[in-house]
């Protein structure tokens, strides 16, 4: 037994060359687990972004509530308070605040992740008073920053531009309707105070 060991040895060293020899080169190794056999998924490009105040934001047109398409650039000569939303039910409450902010000369825009037929129908029955947009992609969400890639929805925030388009307020987060009047009526006293 003592002999044989080390025979067997010597036999194993001799035969790796030609086993070596056998494996064609360039073979890929193959997959030890079986999830590394899944073929690639192609990944999409995650659109993000971030706008700053004192600055334009990006142009982009959508479908409304009202059956039309909108281009930010057309509102521009108003002031404009855009309420992203992550779901359409969630704009209900500023139904309540729309006379406040027209009386500010406030145009107030609801945007959300839905399709523009589902919108339609919803601010009819609704009878909202306000047009919203619909983003059914998210793209524009997250062209201002404000769509969370991990859960595929838009985030809730609020924008505030003045009439030459220039951003002038950027909130984040769920804010209280009457709160939204008094941080626009903010925007336009600062904005005049530093006009004069």
């Given at each position: 037994m003592r002999v044989?060991?080390?025979?067997?040895?010597?036999?194993?060293?001799?035969?790796?060359?030609?086993?070596?020899?056998?494996?064609?080169?360039?073979?890929?190794?193959?997959?030890?687990?079986?999830?590394?056999?899944?073929?690639l998924q192609p990944t999409r490009p995650r659109l993000s972004a971030n706008i700053v105040v004192g600055e334009k934001p990006p142009n982009f047109e959508l479908h409304t509530s009202r059956g039309r398409d909108l281009a930010l650039s057309s509102l521009r000569g108003e002031w404009v308070?855009?309420?992203?939303?992550?779901?359409?039910?969630?704009?209900?409450?500023?139904?309540?605040?729309?006379?406040?902010?027209?009386?500010?000369?406030?145009?107030?825009?609801?945007?959300?992740?839905?399709?523009?037929?589902?919108?339609?129908?919803?601010?009819?029955?609704?009878?909202?008073?306000?047009?919203?947009?619909?983003?059914?992609?998210?793209?524009i969400s997250a062209l201002y920053g404000l769509y969370d890639h991990t859960t595929s929805s838009s985030r809730n925030g609020c924008i505030v531009l003045d009439r030459e388009g220039i951003v002038r307020l950027i909130l984040q987060g769920e804010t209280e309707p009457a709160t939204l009047v008094e941080l626009a009526r903010y925007a336009i006293n600062e904005r005049r105070a530093r006009t004069r």
């Open positions: 044989l060991a080390p025979s067997l040895l010597i036999l194993a060293c001799a035969c790796l060359p030609a086993l070596a020899q056998e494996i064609p080169k360039g073979t890929p190794p193959r997959p030890s687990r079986p999830e590394a056999r899944a073929p308070l855009l309420r992203f939303a992550r779901d359409r039910r969630e704009l209900r409450p500023l139904r309540s605040i729309q006379q406040d902010l027209a009386a500010l000369e406030v145009t107030l825009i609801g945007l959300c992740r839905d399709n523009p037929q589902g919108l339609r129908s919803f601010a009819r029955r609704e009878a909202f008073p306000f047009e919203i947009m619909a983003d059914p992609t998210g793209e």
